[in-house]
C-alpha cells in the first residue's frame, strides 16, 4: 500500500475504526475519515467493510468531490459524500465520524436538544443542530447522503460546530485529529445516555456557554489518556 502518508497516520485510522466498534458507536455500519497528510484535497478512510474489521491494507483514497482513487478498484463507503463535503468546507477538520450511535438518534427526531451535561461533552456547546433531508430533498429519500449534493447540504447544518444530528438517521462528529474526532464520538453517545436519564428525573442544569467553550479546551489538552485507554481494551485482530 502506497499512499503517501505516515505508518502512524494509518494506524490511528485503523485503530479509530476498532475503538468506535468496541465502544459501542459504532456497529456493522459507521465510518471514519481522516485528512491526507500531503495532499489535504483528499482523505482517507477505509473501503466499505464492517469497521471492527478494518485492517491497514483495507484504507483507500478520496477526493473532495467522494471518487475513491485506488490502483485495486475498491469502493469505499455509499455515504463517502458525508467526508468529502465536510473536508471541503471545513479546512480545520482533520477527521470526520458518521455513526449511527444509539442513544443520540432520539435527540434527532424530538424536539429534546442534545446539550452538554457534563464537562466531558462540552464540545457540543449551546448549539447541536439536527440535518433534516426532507429540506433537500422532499420525503421519498432513503435517508442516505449519496451524492455531494447531500453532503454539501450537511456541511452547511454541520456549520462551525463540532456534532450535527441526521434525522432519523445518526450523527456526524469532526476534529482536529482522528483521536480527537473519536474523543467526541464517543462522548456524544455518552452525553446523549446521561441526558435522556436526567431529563427523566427533572429539568437538567446544563453547561453554560462558557462552561462549555472552556471545559473542551482543557479536555482537548487530554485526549492521549483515553485513547491509550481505549487501545488497550481492544481485543488483537483475527489472523
Request: charge should be negative.
Amino acid at each position: 500500500m502506497s499512499l503517501n502518508v505516515s505508518a502512524q497516520l494509518i494506524s490511528d485510522l485503523v485503530s479509530a475504526n476498532h475503538i468506535l466498534a468496541n465502544e459501542g458507536v459504532f456497529d456493522g455500519f459507521g465510518h471514519v475519515s481522516v485528512r491526507h497528510e500531503t495532499h489535504p484535497n483528499r482523505f482517507l478512510i477505509a473501503r466499505s467493510m464492517a469497521p471492527s474489521m478494518v485492517t491497514e491494507e483495507d484504507i483507500v483514497e478520496c477526493d473532495f468531490e467522494g471518487q475513491v482513487h485506488d490502483a485495486q478498484g475498491r469502493k469505499s463507503y455509499l455515504e463517502r459524500f458525508i467526508h468529502s463535503a465536510i473536508f471541503k468546507a471545513r479546512p480545520d477538520v482533520m477527521s470526520v465520524i458518521h455513526s449511527h450511535s444509539p442513544a443520540v438518534i432520539p435527540f434527532g427526531v424530538t424536539g429534546a436538544r442534545l446539550r452538554p451535561i457534563c464537562h466531558m461533552s462540552g464540545f457540543l456547546g449551546s448549539t447541536t443542530p439536527v440535518f433534516e433531508i426532507r429540506d433537500a430533498v422532499g420525503e421519498s429519500s432513503d435517508m442516505l447522503i449519496r451524492n455531494q449534493s447531500l453532503g454539501e447540504s450537511l456541511a452547511k447544518t454541520l456549520a462551525s460546530n463540532a456534532v450535527a444530528l441526521l434525522r432519523g438517521h445518526g450523527n456526524v462528529v469532526v476534529g482536529d485529529s482522528v483521536k480527537q474526532a473519536v474523543f467526541r464520538a464517543i462522548y456524544t453517545e455518552g452525553n446523549a445516555r446521561l441526558q435522556a436519564q436526567s431529563m427523566l428525573m427533572g429539568e437538567p442544569v446544563y453547561l453554560s456557554e462558557d462552561e462549555a467553550l472552556n471545559s473542551a479546551e482543557t479536555n482537548a489538552g487530554q485526549i492521549e489518556r483515553p485513547w491509550e485507554l481505549w487501545k488497550r481494551k481492544l481485543a488483537p485482530m483475527p489472523r
